[in-house]
Each structure stands twice: as structure tokens, then as C-alpha cells.
């Protein structure tokens, strides 16, 4: 079974911290997507990565900034938090697959809370 | 850019009924791959079932079939003999078929209630 961990389930910041998100999936898998869901938006898309080193900007990056070192690691970094970044984070990863119907598999989800 | 609706936001069933949850979406690609995703109270997202464009069959996972209209680029979702375990925010999603790395597309999400 695929797994994808996220470093917190709940996560309580201030105004104006630096925050990291981690993201890890154990099954090599090239492709990785940050989301922020919101009640009554649905998950929107901030970044995604299909390779390390590389990173695509998603619907709402601003403010956002992402880091793959490592195949199987994907960072969120919230410059400068503030209180609209207060939000469900979902990281997810999937293969590639040209012309295949790749599901992506989601972790368990970060809810950061921005004071 | 493609669009994916999903114009329920609540819907409640009965246990041992049928629902449908109803899903479109707007694109002028023609390969492309559509899924429904369950989110549980525990948060994890759950890949309940997904169907591929140019198959005209429907998909079918057990008691979760779609009903897939391409020419009104429709999606809709049909659970049969519903669980209290169902109860979730269930999420419609689309995504291009012409790569292997783009991102899906979701719907706003519609909120099953199960009622015992």
C-alpha cells in the first residue's frame, strides 16, 4: 500500500513565522501536489513537482514556496504565515503514467492555525 | 481552464438506499480521466472510483458506479445499499490525459449524510 506522511496532523503557528510542511511517500512515485482545502472551496492546488528539483506553480502559490530535494520529500514553506494561510493541508503523490488513469494517494492531511 | 462542479453541497440517504451525487465539468480536451474521491471524518482522502474518457462503459467498484454522460460532460455517482460508513465528503475530480504529471481538478465536494 502506498503511504504518503505528513510530519503533523494539527499544527498551531504565529503571524509572521517562517512554517515548514513535510511530505514523505514511500513508494517512488515522481509525482507531488500540495492542496489547501477550505470549507466550501474544495481542495485547490498551491504547487506540485514531477521530478526532484523541479516545481510547478498550482492555482494559489502565493505565499507559498516548495522544496523536493529528495524523490520522496516535499516541502511546504509558508514564508511569512499569516492568518488566511489558517487552512487543511493535503499533500499527494501519484506516478507517472502518460495516457494512464494515475490515482493520487493523499496523506492524512496538516491543519495549521495561524495566530 | 477546466472547471468541475459539483452542485450539491449536502445530500442525506437513508441506510440501505440509493443516492446520486451529481458532477459536471467543463473542457474541450478529449482524453482526460475522471474520479470520485471519498474524505472521511478521519481526513484521509480515498480513491472510490475513476473512469476514463474514451471507455463508454461505465465504471462499476461494488455497491459505487458512475453514470458517464461525455456528450453533457457529465459525472454523477451512484451508491447503492448506502452504509453509515459512507457518510463522507465525497469530491468529483477530472484530470488531462495527455501527460502523466497533471494535477486533478476538483469539485467544491458534496456532504453525504447517512440516516440509520
Known amino acids: 500500500d502506498v503511504k504518503v506522511t505528513q510530519s503533523s496532523r494539527y499544527l498551531v503557528k504565529r503571524t509572521g513565522e517562517k512554517v515548514f510542511l513535510e511530505c514523505v511517500q514511500d513508494?517512488?512515485?515522481?509525482?507531488m501536489f500540495w492542496y489547501r482545502q477550505d470549507p466550501g472551496l474544495g481542495l485547490r492546488l498551491i504547487y506540485f513537482?514531477?521530478?526532484?528539483?523541479m516545481k510547478e506553480k498550482g492555482d494559489i502559490p502565493e505565499g507559498y514556496s516548495v522544496s523536493r530535494e529528495k524523490k520522496e520529500r516535499f516541502s511546504l514553506i509558508l514564508e511569512s504565515a499569516s492568518t488566511n494561510q489558517t487552512s487543511m493541508y493535503l499533500c499527494?503523490?501519484?506516478?507517472w503514467g502518460q495516457g494512464r488513469s494515475q490515482p493520487q494517494h493523499f496523506g492524512d492531511g496538516t491543519r495549521l492555525s495561524i495566530l | 481552464a477546466q472547471t468541475v462542479t459539483q452542485s450539491q453541497p449536502e445530500m442525506s440517504v437513508q441506510e440501505a438506499e440509493t443516492v446520486t451525487l451529481s458532477c459536471t465539468y467543463d473542457?474541450?480536451?478529449?482524453?482526460?480521466?475522471l474520479f470520485w474521491y471519498k474524505q472521511p471524518p478521519s481526513r484521509q482522502m480515498i480513491l472510490v472510483i475513476r473512469?476514463?474518457?474514451?471507455?463508454?462503459q461505465n465504471a462499476t467498484e461494488n455497491r459505487f458506479s458512475v453514470n458517464f454522460q461525455k456528450a453533457a460532460k457529465s459525472f454523477s455517482l451512484k451508491i447503492s445499499d448506502s452504509q453509515l460508513g459512507d457518510a463522507a465528503m465525497y469530491f468529483c475530480?477530472?484530470?488531462?490525459?495527455?501527460?502523466?504529471?497533471?494535477?486533478?481538478?476538483f469539485g467544491k465536494g458534496t456532504r453525504l449524510s447517512v440516516i440509520a
Open positions: 499527494a503523490s501519484s506516478l
Open positions: 473542457t474541450s480536451e478529449s482524453d482526460y480521466y
Open positions: 473512469q476514463e474518457a474514451y471507455k463508454q
Open positions: 475530480a477530472y484530470r488531462r490525459g495527455n501527460s502523466g504529471n497533471t494535477p486533478l481538478v
Open positions: 513508494m517512488d512515485h515522481e509525482n
Open positions: 513537482s514531477y521530478d526532484v528539483k
